[in-house]
């Protein structure tokens, strides 16, 4: 029992009483005027929180900043575990991960007494140049999902709320308060919407954050469609949904927004002033019930989050400890990416060199800086950089040299720095290409060390053209942390195999790109209209470049190994699946070849051969991450659901699978398919 404030306790303070009886119970308490100071923060001294109802002991509701941990700006200037990029979580494929990185986000929230993280945010990559790449996941909906899902239950499982952003279709920073995301029905649900269906429907999120930019001609924040119809009719959504920081400005109604399913406007008030709100309600505007609705969403997450208790529960949380550190580090190992390694420049043997050479801009960089890149921006107790960690690595052993002409191996640290243009909220870049100085960088260097490995620091896929061919290793870490040098220097050095594979095609040009292709501004940033068409429908990422048959630069799901591994022995549990809710499972073997331990990820992908409408010529339905030491062999299952061979059918509304013939292929990226099968859908 906690916050008892009379003799007799009220219902809704009864920690034993079901939520949805609480909920009902301080809904009958509440004046028309406390509802609706309900419905956003107190002012502009508190933009993180909202306002607290003294009389009934409701306590303010304290948000954190997410998704790569505590944002700075957002928790009063703490420090906290700094976590890769969530593009590095993704490239690690590893749901596992996924929920610890979770977990540790909602105990670092527990320890500071704050109730929610404004994370995981699942839009998808339509474009490489997204200004906010780095901060999602994948180009694709199934993996955005499944890593998502596991983060969600991770932090919700510490009693700390999470909040899905930015519904919907907020693709792009280019006039994002004010752009208009041009989609049909059916690509709308099946790629953009479809990670936000999941993941309501599989980890029940408490909130969902709506998004600056219109969809569709409406905006997020009084999208009835989108919030009413789709999140909670359809799919059940029991949370609340707030405004993005300020997205409210451009509409013009309080009713727009209330009956559009809009609980709370944050940073303040805005269209939710007590005056504006009181003459719609008094105009009759919208209806009681409509009101009770959004605030009793609201009240149901601040039971959950306990926030009414404040965490009195026995657990603390913790923040900064070495176990958090570890996880950041390990995911950093994990979601690092291989991308090219001829002559087995990697890992480098220390017994075997005597001089490597460092340099490029990201050597000693440091990423986790007040508002680097923009919200997101974690600032760590401490920071290991690349240098940094080879520094410690090399010690004793080899000398670390300036001239790369006098070295055995030299290393390169490029790529993008958060700063404007280069992966960071508020502007996307402008070009695919590494800076100019940078790319003169490589060559130069590698005209004086044939040894030359690039490692590339970026959120987002970068160009390669101009140097690739030049040099031998390139890895990829991604932003990768408070931890990262140290992740960096151990697969650098071969303590680690790196184990990532990419979330995200590269593009050998812009382009190539579906966003880019037609050259017109009409699919990317805009019309004169600010319309943003998106002309390419479902065919985004690798399903674009498959349909039309153009060579990226490194497909979707690609990356190397220091070990080597092979899928064989390959058998489906049965030929036919029956119905929406059946399971087909995949029995195989994967051995380690070589004599190094690593990981391996085991794709799926499914061809719908014959389908009345258009489908991808490959979506990933499965996938699984397995460890093997040299010349281990594991059996392993994996799982294709029938649902996730289903299209979004228009004619219904409603998600399908037609009868017919898949096309089973399994790989080790989307391209390098070692098996096929087939399997019918009765
Ligand atoms: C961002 C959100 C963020 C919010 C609060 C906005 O500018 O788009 O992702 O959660 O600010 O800081």
Known sequence: MSGQREDKVLPYLDDNLDIESRVLDLLSHLTLKEKFELLSSPGKRRIYGTKAIKRLGIPSFKMT??????????????????????????????????????????????????????????????????????????????????????????????????????????NQETNRRSCSSEVDERTLHELYLRAFRAVVKEADPWAVMACYNKVNGVYGCENEYLIRKVLMEKWGFKGFVMSDWFATRPIETAEGCINGGLSLEMPWPNKYKFKLLDKAYVEGKFSDEVLNDLVGRYLRAMFLTSAFSQHTDGSKGARNTPEHQNLARRIAEEGTVLLKNERSMLPIDLDSIDRISVLGPNLKKKFGRF??????????????????????????????????????????????????GKDSESSDRTTLELPEEQIELINKTAKLNPNTIIVLIAGSPIAMNRWMDNVPAILLPWYAGMEGGNAIANILFGDTSPSGKLPITFPKQLSDSPAHSSNNT??????????????????????????????????????????????????????????????????????????????????????????????????????????????????????VKAEDLAFYDVSQHDWTIEPGTFEIRIGKSSQDIVAKSSIHFN
């Open 522 to 639: 009409r699919t990317f940033p805009g019309d004169e209209e600010k319309k943003v068409h998106y002309e390419e429908g479902i065919f985004v990422g690798y399903r674009w470049f498959e349909k039309q048959d153009i060579e990226p630069l490194f497909p979707f799901g690609f990356g190397l190994s220091f070990a080597e591994f092979k899928i064989d022995n390959v058998h489906l549990s049965k030929e036919s699946l029956v119905g929406k809710d059946d399971v087909l499972t995949i029995e195989l073997d994967v051995t380690n070849i070589s004599n190094r331990p690593g990981l391996e990820i085991v794709q799926i992908y499914s061809t719908d051969s014959d389908c009345s409408v258009p489908r991808p010529e490959k979506e990933l339905v499965s996938f699984e991450k397995v460890h093997l030491n040299p010349s281990d062999a594991q059996n392993i299952q994996l799982e």
């Open 65 to 170: 900043d997410g998704p790569l941990g505590l944002s700075y700006q957002s928790t009063g200037l703490k420090k906290a575990t700094r976590f890769p990029a969530t593009i590095s979580l993704a490239a690690s494929w590893n749901r596992g991960l996924a929920k610890e990185m979770g977990i540790v986000i909602g105990k670092e929230i527990r320890s500071l007494n704050r109730h929610m993280v404004l994370a995981p945010g699942i839009n998808i990559d339509r474009t490489p140049l997204n200004g906010r790449t780095f901060e999602y996941f994948s180009e694709d909906p199934f993996l955005t999902k499944e890593l998502a899902v596991h983060y969600v239950k991770g932090v919700q499982s510490e009693g700390i709320g999470t909040c899905l952003k930015h519904y919907a279709a907020n």
């Open 371 to 420: 508002l680097y890149g923009g919200s997101s921006a974690v600032v760590p107790p401490y920071e290991i950089t690349p240098l940094q960690g080879i520094r410690k690595r090399c010690k004793d052993k080899v000398q670390i040299v300036k001239d790369p002409a006098q070295a055995d191996i030299a290393i390169v640290f490029v790529g993008l720095d958060h700063g404007r």
